[in-house]
């Protein structure tokens, strides 16, 4: 399974960006699928994930500001980012669990400026 994403950019603080990962070359279905963050320096942390079924959660630090949206007919996952901080700066990875597997998507940098 390969995971294309694309999306970041450089913006100001209070600004939007839409991060999108398109998953390709499985032959099962996908099942969750969602994005991770990693802060310069910090360690890799979760921030939202959409199942199958379209159930999502958040990280607190994201809720009401980050909207996860997936279209399946695409395997496609969309990360809407509003109300952008600068502690939101960092690599964004988006994932797939297909058959109990994990697959990583190769990053797409996010920049944001005070």
């Known amino acids: 399974v390969q995971l294309q994403a694309s999306g970041g950019g450089l913006v100001q603080t209070g600004g939007s960006l839409t991060l999108s990962c398109a998953a390709s070359?499985?032959?099962?279905?996908?099942?969750?699928m969602g994005w991770y963050h990693q802060a310069p320096g910090k360690q890799r942390e979760l921030v939202t994930t959409?199942?199958?079924?379209?159930?999502?959660n958040y990280a607190d630090s994201v809720k009401g500001r980050f909207t996860i949206s997936r279209d399946n007919a695409k395997n496609t996952v969309y990360l809407q980012m509003n109300s952008l901080k600068p502690e939101d700066t960092g690599i964004y990875y988006c994932y797939v669990f297909v058959s109990a597997m994990m697959y990583w998507g190769q990053g797409t940098l996010v920049t944001v400026s005070s």
């Open positions: 070359g499985s032959r099962f279905s996908i099942n969750a």
């Open positions: 959409v199942t199958s079924s379209g159930r999502t």
